[in-house]
């Protein structure tokens, strides 16, 4: 095969590294849900320990088929880069494929294995954040800001309903307002009410209760699942 033919080639391997890669992303954002979800559902003598190890050493592996992948790309744009440089006529005369081997061989050699990965560092700390569960948590579920007075009153977010004034099972927040309430409330709201707005007193969100704007907030419901444990 001519060295302009392979170069095609390479352009059609590059766009399926794109979707590996977005399977890559899922497939880790997966590994965090279930590790919570086991976290979550833990009882007392079970392996959940053993479990999370598991789903840990997955997480690795994926970190590792990241970091091959984009060690491969880079390789094969290098090549590419090179190839492009060359004559028509030089590029007849070489095997682009030969030259992706060789440099990949080369950067291989030159790798240390250890891999790091955001993904990686997210699954730990909401592990940690679980196993911890309170103040960090509630936290984290907000924005993590430097201002005390702001950190104080995120410490104090309920785990009761702004309209039942009960403690929630099942809570939901608005994408408007990041108002929580319990499911079952403000879906009865919904129904009863047409435009209706956020029930919560003094709140600025202007927008009328619409269902698709109301997310599970599992965050929240883990927290409070963990402080009736
Ligand atoms: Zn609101």
Redesign the pocket.
């Given at each position: 095969m001519s060295g302009i033919a392979s170069l095609q080639m390479v352009d059609g391997a590059l766009r399926s590294v794109d979707k590996v890669q977005s399977y890559i992303t899922i497939g880790m954002e997966d590994i965090i849900e279930v590790s919570l979800d086991l976290a979550e559902m833990a009882t007392e003598g079970d392996d959940t320990e053993g479990q999370l190890l598991d789903l840990k050493e997955m997480m690795q592996d994926y970190a590792m088929m990241e970091h091959d992948l984009q060690q491969y790309v880079k390789t094969v744009k290098q090549v590419k880069g090179q190839v492009q440089k060359l004559s028509i006529d030089e590029q007849m005369d070489i095997e682009v494929p030969d030259l992706i081997e060789k440099a990949l061989n080369e950067a291989q050699g030159s790798s240390d294995k250890a891999v790091s990965h955001t993904k990686i560092d997210e699954l730990k700390e909401k592990l940690w954040q679980y196993k911890n569960a309170g103040e960090t948590m509630v936290r984290s579920a907000n924005e993590v800001t430097e201002d005390e007075d702001v950190v104080m009153t995120q410490c104090e977010v309920s785990t009761k309903c702004p309209i039942t004034k009960c403690e929630m099972v099942d809570p939901v927040t608005?994408k408007h307002?990041q108002?929580t309430y319990e499911k079952t409330a403000i879906m009865q709201m919904l129904r009863n009410r047409k435009n209706a707005l956020?029930p919560?007193s003094g709140?600025g969100?202007k927008t009328p209760l619409d269902k698709t704007d109301l997310v599970d907030n599992r965050q929240l419901k883990r927290l409070i699942n963990q402080r009736n444990k």
């Open positions: 608005n307002c108002h956020c919560v709140c969100n």
